[in-house]
C-alpha cells in the first residue's frame, strides 16, 4: 500500500468477541491495510459514530464509518486490486446475497448460543465486562449479570426464541454447516481458492460467535471439522499470496444456502418489511414451520431487502435474466418482490458508511440513532 495513502493506518474500533468486528477485521487483514484495533464499546462510539454500534473505524484524516457492509463496499472501491467483491456481476449479486444472509439470518442462532448456554453466557460476559466494561463504577459481577440478562431479553427470548423455536434456531445453525462443509470437499472458499465476499459475510458469525463460543464450537469441531480449518484458514489469509481464481459461475454446492435465503430468510424480511409498514414495533411469522412470535421490528432489515432489491436493479438486462433464473430455481425470487415499495427511508442520500456523528458532517446525533436503530445495533460490541 501506498506509505502517504491519507486514510491510513486505520483505527478498527470493537471488542475481540463482536460478530461484525471480527467480519470487518477480516476483510483489512486480507487486504493488508495497517490498522489498530480498539477495545471500545458501543456507548463511546455513539457520539463519533452517531450510533451505538459496533464496529467503528477510524480514517487517519479523521472521518469515521460505519456498518460493516458499506464500509467493505468502500474499501474495494478504494482498493480495487485487492477488493473482495467479485468483478463478475452475476457472481458479485449472489456474493452480497449471501452476506446479507450471513449477517441477519444468522445472528439469532449466534446470539442463542452465545447467551442461552450458561458455559457460554458465563465466559462471554465475563470477557465483555473484562474488556470493554472497566470504566463503569460497579462490581464485576453484577457488571457481568447485568449484560447476561440485557442480551438474553433482547436478543434471545426478547426476538423470538422460546421453546416453540428453539430447534429451528439450532437448526440454522446446524444446517449451515453442513452446507459448508460440502462446499470446503472440493474447494478452499465459497467461490475458489481465494477469498471472497461471500466468504467474509459468513466469517462473522462463523469465528467470533460459532467457532469461539463453548456450545457452538464444540459442534463444529465434532461436527464440521472443515468448517472449523476454513475459519483459520481465512484469518490467515493475505491477498499477496492468495492469487488464486474464482469461479465464473455460481457453484451448484450453494443450493442449499440459496434454498434457506428463499424459505426462511427473505421470507423473514417480507414480514418485517410488513410490521415496518404498519408501524407496528413487534410481528409473528411463521418460517419452516417454527412459530416465531414477537419479533422486533427492524428498519434495518427493511433497507436490507431494498438493497437485495437495488442490486438487482443495477445489473444489464443478460445479467439479471441469469440471476432471476437461479433465484427462481431456489424459490427467492417471488419474497424478493412481494412487498410493494418496502420504503425504509433509511440513507436516502446514499452518504453510508460514513458516519453522522457529533464530529462528523451529516445528520446530528439523535436523528441518526432514529434512522439506523435495529436489533443489531446496541450489541455489536456485547454480542
Known amino acids: 500500500m501506498d506509505s502517504n495513502d491519507p486514510i491510513l493506518p486505520l483505527e478498527l474500533h470493537g471488542p475481540e468477541v463482536s460478530y ?11 487486504m493488508e491495510l495497517p490498522y489498530q484495533r480498539f477495545p471500545t464499546s458501543p456507548a463511546a462510539l455513539a457520539r463519533p459514530t452517531g450510533v451505538a454500534q459496533v464496529p467503528g473505524l477510524k480514517l487517519a484524516d479523521e472521518r469515521w464509518m460505519t ?36 449477517d441477519e439470518w444468522l445472528w439469532r442462532p449466534a446470539m442463542h448460543y452465545r447467551w442461552d448456554y450458561k458455559e457460554g453466557a458465563q465466559l462471554l460476559s465475563r470477557i465483555l465486562v473484562h474488556e470493554a466494561g472497566q470504566g463503569i463504577k460497579l462490581p ?6 447485568v449484560i447476561r440478562t440485557r442480551q438474553r431479553t433482547l436478543f434471545t427470548r426478547g426476538d423470538g426464541v422460546s421453546a416453540e423455536t428453539w430447534d429451528h434456531v439450532e437448526k440454522i445453525y446446524l444446517d449451515s454447516l453442513e452446507a459448508l462443509s460440502a462446499i470446503f470437499e472440493s474447494r478452499p472458499y465459497l467461490l475458489g481458492s481465494r477469498p471472497s465476499l461471500a466468504d467474509f459475510g459468513l466469517f462473522g458469525p462463523m469465528f467470533r460467535h460459532f467457532a469461539m463460543d463453548p456450545t457452538s464450537a464444540r459442534i463444529m469441531r465434532e461436527t464440521a471439522p472443515a468448517v472449523y480449518e476454513w475459519t483459520a484458514r481465512l484469518w490467515n489469509a493475505r491477498a499477496s499470496r492468495n492469487d488464486g481464481d ?4 455460481v457453484p451448484e454446492d450453494w443450493g442449499p444456502i440459496l434454498d434457506s435465503i428463499g424459505s426462511a430468510y427473505l421470507p423473514y424480511l417480507c414480514a418485517n418489511a ?18 416465531y412470535k414477537e419479533i422486533r421490528t427492524s428498519r434495518y432489515r427493511v433497507w436490507c431487502l431494498e438493497e437485495i432489491r437495488r442490486d438487482f436493479q443495477a445489473l444489464s438486462p443478460t445479467h439479471q435474466a441469469d440471476v432471476q433464473a437461479k433465484l ?22 446514499r452518504q453510508a458508511p460514513f458516519a453522522g456523528g457529533d464530529s462528523a458532517t451529516g445528520l446530528e446525533l ?7 436503530l435495529r436489533p443489531v445495533d446496541t450489541t455489536r460490541a456485547e454480542d
Do not use: M, Q
Not at 464485576?140 to 449479570?145: A, I
Not at 474464482?246 to 459461475?249: M, V
Not at 410488513?274 to 412459530?291: L, M, T, Y
Not at 427462481?328 to 442520500?349: A, V
Open 67 to 102: 456498518d460493516s457492509t458499506p464500509i467493505i463496499s468502500w474499501l474495494d472501491e478504494r482498493y480495487p486490486a485487492v477488493a473482495v467483491t467479485p468483478s463478475d456481476p452475476v457472481l458479485a449479486f449472489f456474493s452480497r446475497l449471501v452476506e446479507d444472509w450471513a
Open 366 to 372: 439523535g436523528a441518526a440513532r432514529k434512522l439506523y
Open 20 to 30: 461484525f468486528t471480527g467480519k470487518l477485521e477480516a476483510v483489512i487483514r486480507y
Open 274 to 291: 410488513s410490521a415496518w409498514k404498519a408501524d407496528r414495533g413487534r410481528f409473528d411469522v411463521n418460517i419452516e414451520g417454527a412459530p
Open 328 to 349: 427462481e430455481k431456489h424459490n427467492c425470487w417471488e419474497p424478493l418482490w412481494r412487498i410493494e415499495e418496502p420504503s425504509s427511508g433509511l440513507d436516502p442520500d
Open 246 to 249: 474464482l469461479l465464473d459461475h
Open 140 to 145: 464485576d459481577f453484577v457488571k457481568r449479570h
